[in-house]
């Protein structure tokens, strides 16, 4: 009896660890604080500085150098559905594609992205 309560009281918490870092297809993502306030979509400059170059609603065909047709970075509810992959993809390093964010705006972007990503 002893024994399984140990266990129990190991794997608990080992469980909701990885919950927290992982969303169950092996994707990593940065561990945020969510205590208010949660910067606005506004907010994230990361977005204007790093991503609108490709994922804008203003750019069509080849100017958007392969960034999928309707994940604009520059349109609230665009952003907000695709919330987890831009966190995920910013902290695995492949996007922006050349690199280059700023600690603190990578900081802004995961809060924004995995904090309910408010308008
Ligand atoms: C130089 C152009 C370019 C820039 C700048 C760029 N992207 Fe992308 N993005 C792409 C291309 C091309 C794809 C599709 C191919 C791929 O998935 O790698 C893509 C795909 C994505 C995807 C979907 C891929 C997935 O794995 O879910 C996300 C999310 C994304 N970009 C987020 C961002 C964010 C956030 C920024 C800014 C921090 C950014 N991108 C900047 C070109 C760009």
């Not at 129990?8 to 870092?21: H, K, M, N, S, Y």
Request: charge should be negative.
């Amino acid at each position: 009896m002893r024994a399984e309560l140990l266990i129990a009281l190991l794997i608990v918490p080992l469980a909701v660890t990885a919950c927290g870092d992982d969303d169950g297809d092996g994707a990593s993502l940065p561990t945020v604080d969510c205590t208010p306030p949660v910067p606005t979509f506004a907010e994230v400059r990361a977005f204007r500085s790093n991503c609108i170059n490709c994922h804008s609603i203003q750019l069509t065909d080849n100017s958007r150098q392969g960034a999928p047709v309707g994940m604009d970075y520059d349109v609230y509810a665009s952003a907000a559905a695709v919330a987890e992959a831009t966190a995920r993809t910013v902290y695995e390093g492949s996007m922006p594609p050349s690199g280059g964010l700023f600690p603190a705006d990578k900081d802004v972007l995961y809060r924004w992205s995995l904090c309910g990503a408010p308008p």
